[in-house]
């Protein structure tokens, strides 16, 4: 079964740093583009970043120079580091698949949720 | 950075009906576009791709068409398990972006 499973949520402070994972099963991870996307309470999806499968990445312009999206393709796990972490970066964070050629978002995982606080 | 608009930000509508949702790119996207279907507390799930492509699975009540800055979202026949929230999102280029959601209710 195809699965995506994030974890690394939690509580943090403002300023503080966080950093998701993804672990990936059921297909191929090394051969596909993968994203992170994340929703704040009853709000729209929101893209984070995307890394390509020879590891080139994109970021919103929310969130670059503070999150870094890394992937581990021996281990099939998808990373997203966030540094100085604001209370608009609170929200459940979705890592999902890349449909090759479409971009569009055809796995995604059931989220993690990243609240930040003080 | 393109802005996707989608309309109506929510709609109420009975089993059996059929409606519309649009989606509205700031700038030319050709057919890249993309729908999600989006329950409570659940992730989203693909629908659509590349404006008019049925995802697997996906029953055949759903159909999407358009192209370059105008997309429609199709439910031909309404089912109790389809009243959700729906998102368009444009797959053209980086940064990739989201409707801001239409909730169709009961």
């Known amino acids: 079964e195809v699965q995506l499973v994030e974890s690394g949520g939690g509580l943090v402070q403002p300023g503080g740093s966080l950093r998701l994972s993804c672990s990936a099963s059921?297909?191929?991870?090394?051969?596909?583009?993968m994203h992170w996307v994340r929703q704040a309470a009853g709000k729209a999806l929101e893209w984070v970043a995307t890394?390509?499968?020879?590891?080139?990445?994109y970021y919103a312009g929310s969130v670059k120079g503070r999150f870094t999206m890394s992937r581990d393709n021996a281990g099939d796990f998808l990373y997203l580091q966030m540094n100085n972490l604001g209370a608009g970066d609170t929200a459940t964070y979705y890592c999902?698949?890349?449909?090759?050629?479409?971009?569009?978002?055809?796995?995604w995982g059931k989220g993690t949720t990243v609240t930040v606080s003080s | 950075d393109i802005q996707m608009t989608q309309s109506p930000s929510s709609v109420s509508a009975s089993v059996g009906d059929r409606i519309t949702i649009t989606c509205r790119a700031s700038?030319?996207?050709?057919?890249?576009l993309a729908w999600y279907q989006q329950k409570p507390g659940k992730a989203p799930k693909l629908l659509i791709y590349?404006?008019?492509n049925l995802q697997n699975g996906v029953p055949s009540r759903f159909s999407g068409s358009g192209a370059g800055k105008d997309f429609t979202l199709t439910i031909s026949s309404l089912q109790p398990e389809d009243f959700a929230t729906y998102f368009c999102?444009?797959?053209?280029?980086?940064?990739?972006?989201f409707g801001q959601g239409t909730r169709l209710e009961i």
């Open positions: 999902a698949r890349d449909l090759t050629g479409h971009r569009a978002l055809d796995v």
């Open positions: 059921g297909f191929i991870f090394s051969s596909y583009d």
């Open positions: 890394i390509g499968v020879p590891g080139d990445t």
């Open positions: 700038q030319g996207i050709s057919t890249w």
């Open positions: 590349a404006a008019s």
């Open positions: 999102q444009q797959t053209f280029n980086f940064p990739l972006s």
